[in-house]
């Protein structure tokens, strides 16, 4: 009773929002909150926040942007829950009953979503229906092809798979790895990266579950992004607090460093190839967090500081916008 008191609050204050005729290339951060809370807050193109946030949630493990219609999804772990929301803010459904949900990915082609959960992935409906279950999986995260709806799915236990649109399995990795925690699909030929930071490799599968690529000088990778638009794949690497560019065969061709103190995710921009990445601990004094916008040949744009200990960002691209 008391989430749907909270979400109810948060409608509130969505509402209040203005509302936006279309996407026009915001994002959206998930961060402990102004207010102490957990909750997600919109940035403009410039890095300029919004001055109101959507709180409400127990523990937001992660959100997408919808770039087709605005819309945006924010996963709940501790809620157990993913809810949808309309441009303007407007809550249009919330799934509920997942177990421990930790990564999400849309399809902005046709509104459908896999959601990542503890010990399963999910397909879920634009109009909010499971549509398809892969089950057995540990952490599991997810990244969806928008060009024919599959899904390349990792699971802690060091199993990465390639499934269908209806959730049947296409292909295994022929690579066993030790703790797979991201995945990001290049829609152009279906290709996956990993990152398995227990390893400290970043394999290229194709869609038959073989590597093609390996990247072994990124330590402790984590939150590997593709650029649809040249295949190129931004990477952190944690362990030295940089960010790194490779090309589609995984050499590196720019790098991001001494602008960060603990970046732990990113996110591309695939309408120019500007990167997001989360800093979390950018000002040590305060212990605040910021979002720092990287130019496609990874130069400093601008920084949106304040964010308080921010973990996730997304910001929406579709090729047919």
């Known amino acids: ?9 948060a409608l509130i204050l969505c509402v209040l929002m203005p509302a936006l005729a279309q996407y026009s290339g915001e ?20 890095g300029a926040a919004d001055p109101n946030e959507i ?9 997408a942007v919808n770039a087709r219609d605005g819309s945006f999804w924010v996963v709940d772990a501790a809620g157990q829950l993913v809810i ?3 441009v303007n803010g407007a809550i249009a459904f919330q799934v509920s009953d997942l177990h421990k949900p930790e990564s999400i990915s849309l399809n902005p082609t046709d509104g459908t979503a896999w ?3 503890a010990d399963n992935a999910v397909k879920i409906s634009a109009d909010g229906k499971i549509a398809a279950t892969v089950p057995n999986l540990q952490e599991a995260k997810v990244a969806v092809n928008t060009t024919d709806g599959s899904c390349w799915i990792t699971s802690s236990d060091g199993r990465v798979g390639l499934y269908d649109a209806n959730g049947q399995l296409l292909a295994n990795s022929a690579v066993q790895f030790s703790e797979p925690k991201d995945v990001t699909v290049d829609p152009n030929d279906g290709s996956a990266w990993v990152a398995d930071n227990q390893a400290n490799i970043l394999v290229k599968l194709n869609t038959a579950g073989q590597e093609i690529a390996r990247v072994t000088d990124i330590q ?18 944690s362990q030295n607090a940089l960010v790194a560019k ?6 590196r061709i720019a790098t991001a460093s001494g602008l960060f103190f603990a970046p732990v995710a990113l996110a591309v921009d695939g309408k120019d190839g500007s990167v997001l990445v989360v800093d979390q601990m950018a000002d040590p004094m305060t212990g605040h967090g910021a979002i720092i916008k990287l130019s496609a040949t990874a130069q400093q744009l601008w920084s949106a500081p304040g964010f308080v200990s921010p973990t996730q960002v997304a910001v929406g691209y579709w090729a047919g916008q």
């Open 27 to 46: 994002a959206w951060v998930v961060h402990q909150g102004l207010s102490g809370k957990p909750a997600i807050i919109k940035i403009a193109p410039n």
């Open 246 to 251: 490779l090309d589609a065969n995984g050499n």
């Open 1 to 9: 009773m008391q989430r749907y008191t909270v979400l109810t609050i």
């Open 84 to 86: 949808k929301f309309q």
């Open 220 to 237: 402790l990778p984590v939150s590997p992004a593709i650029n649809p638009k040249d295949g190129s794949c931004w990477v952190i690497d």
């Open 55 to 63: 709180a409400g949630f127990e523990q937001p493990s992660g959100v």
């Open 115 to 117: 959601i990542g959960n």
